[in-house]
Structure formats: structure tokens, C-alpha cells
């Protein structure tokens, strides 16, 4: 019997699904995607095909009253009208947060989610939503396997220095360290890279993952060791929306010069900065690339100015440099971005080939580059397909 794997990726207002089911020797292999969108607003469905046709879509008017479950219920039936002869196994859920313990994923049950709940005070922003469907589900669909993945579970191997913010060690000992988010990310470019180039994959790599969120991480033999992301997802690089790294002073002016609320300076930091702040014109780097706006020239090179700071960050981390990947939708689609980044690293013995480069091509480095760049494209969802899978099996085997 093949099995299927319902991979769920919620936020505040969407939920996202992949659908896969395995082929013939058990890897799984996408059959279907879509999300639920306009939650509490004007709901919307659209389920797709892995090459983008659009296999089912509904609309619900802006008055109706269905909640998360409800919508939930709507997507669930449509799955399990669509397994092609597969069984339905298990769901995989993207959480945000496993706080400093589960460095793996783990089986939802009643007490994992009730400690899980306990690191929404760490990711308030994002943790309840991805929580809210592994309820919802374990309702609707009671006796589904639910396992959670967790976005921080690949930075667990960073040293304790790398972790450490320079607070008094009761606040250190309370959980306040740097986490590190896009684990699910990196970890899925790290295997492709042991499949690409397995001699890199030894030594040490910095990852730009660059989308509407983004960070880097330094990855030496394979395991995380530093990252940009830190106690929330709003450190380190600027992007679409969110500041990244910033003094903390400009917060204390913003509460006390400026009498700004707490919730009021956790909009601006989330949802009014970064590209979006500086341009005045778009959180997209599409559009400002297009733009003829000086704003918009000056968030860009804003944005890669602080990629190229932080590669050398990363670096001086890892006591050096063997390859440099770009991944995500600004670093596997944008080729002004990286040409931009990696001219800035010509002193690290970067060199680009400018035909690879607009061509996306998977190695971008120039023959006399000291190290090879890659484009790399991610895929989440295959990584947490791949884990519930390998949680399902060895489950199965215990119970043998
Ligand atoms: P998310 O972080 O939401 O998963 P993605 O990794 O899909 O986001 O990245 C989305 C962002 O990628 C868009 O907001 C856009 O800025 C950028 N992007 C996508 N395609 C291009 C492109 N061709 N050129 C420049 N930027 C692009």
C-alpha cells in the first residue's frame, strides 16, 4: 500500500498543504499542493498540481462564519479525496519554536502540544497558528498521526557561544539565547549539497536563505554552528517587512522618546520595515529592482550590503569559507541580487560567472573563483515530508 503524507504549513491568515504520496520504492513524491487563504475575512481555497495547474478552487463570501476547523475540514476531505489509491499516514506541521529541547521531530500528543503552547511567549507571532491546525486536526481526523517539525531543530548543534546573548545569566538560563530559525531550510540544503558536491559538504558553507523572511547560516560538516536569526525571527538580515538586526537602543527611543505602545513598535518591527520601510515603495524585490524610485535602489542595496556583512560574519564563525548557496525566492530568482552580493565578496576569492548567474544555473562561480557558488532551490515541505516519514517508519518498527 502506498502511503500518503499531508505536510501542513500554517500562518495567520493561510494554510498550506503539499500532498505526498510515495512512489514506488517509498520516497515521497509531491502529488498536490494548495492552501486555504483569507482566514476570517474572505476565505478562499486552491488546491494545484506539483507543475501548477490548478486543480480545485472555492471561494467563500466575506460574511461567512467558518473558522480554522471548519476550513480545515474543507481541505482534509479534499485530500482524502484525492490520494490515488494511497493511504492517508500521517500530517507533518512546520512549528516555528521547539524552544531548547526537542532538537528533532517529535509525535504530537497532548503533552508535547501543552509544552509546545509553552513557547508561544517565544514566537507569539507565529507558534499559536502553527498549533492551531495540529488541534484542529487531531478533531477532525482523531487516530491521523500528527509530527511536528520544528524551524530551530537544525541550529541545536550551534556552540553555546554562537547561542549566548551578553545578558545576566538568569535571563540566558530562562531561554532568552539565540535559536536560529529556517532550520527545516538549511537542513534540506544541506543534504542537497552532500548530493551535489560532497567534498563541499565536509567543509564550510554560509547559506543565504533569501525570501520574504530571511537569514544565513553557517554550516560546517554538515551541522549548523551560527546563524543570523536569534530569539525571534526578526534579527539579522532586513527583509520584506521585518528590520533584522537593530540596536536595541532604538527600541528604548521608540518607548520612551516617541511613546510608542509595546504592540505598536511590534508592528513596525514585523510588518512596516525592512524593504518595505526604507523603499516606501514595495516589500518585493521584484518590484523594487524594477522601480526607477532612488528609495527603492537604496532597500536594495541596503539588502546587500547586510548579506555581504554578515557572509563575512559567518565566515570569521567558522574560521573560513569553502562554498556560499543561495536559496529561497530572492536567492534562487533574483541574479542582480547575487551579482551584487558576490561582487562585494570579491576579497574573500568570490568570482561569479555572469552567463551562469542570469541563467540560474546551479553553479554560478567563475572557473578562477577561490570557492564555488551555488543556486540551490529549497524545499520545506519535501524536508518535513521526509521526517514524518522517517518518524512514522521508525514508530512502526518500535511497535514490531
Ligand atoms: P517566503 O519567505 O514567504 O517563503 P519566498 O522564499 O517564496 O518567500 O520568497 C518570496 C520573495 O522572493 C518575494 O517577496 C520576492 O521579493 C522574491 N522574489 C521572487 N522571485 C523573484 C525574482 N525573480 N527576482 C527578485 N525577487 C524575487
Redesign the pocket.
Known sequence: MRDGILVINAGSSSIKFSLFLSNGDGKPLLSSKGQVEGINVAPHFIAQGPDGTVLSEQHWPADSDLNHEDLLKHLIDWVEDHLDGASLVAAGHRVVHGGPKYASPVLVNDSVLDELDGFVQLAPLHQPHNLAPIRALAKVHPGLMQVACFDTAFHTTNPKVATTFALPRQLTEEGVRRYGFHGLSYEFIARRIREIAPEVAAGKVVVC??????SMCAIDGGKSVASTLGFTAVDGLPM?TRTGNLDPGVILYLLQQKGMSAKEIETLLYKRSG?LGVSGVS????VL?ESDDPHAAEAVELFCYRVNRELGSLAAAMGGLDALVFT???G???AP?RERVCAASAWLGISVDAAANDRHAELISADDSRIPVYVIP?NEEMMIAKHTRAVVRQLAEAAQ
Open positions: 536563505h533569501l525570501g520574504s523572511g530571511a520584506g524593504l516589500n518585493d524585490m521584484r529592482l529561497a525566492g530572492i534562487e530568482h533574483s541580487v529549497t
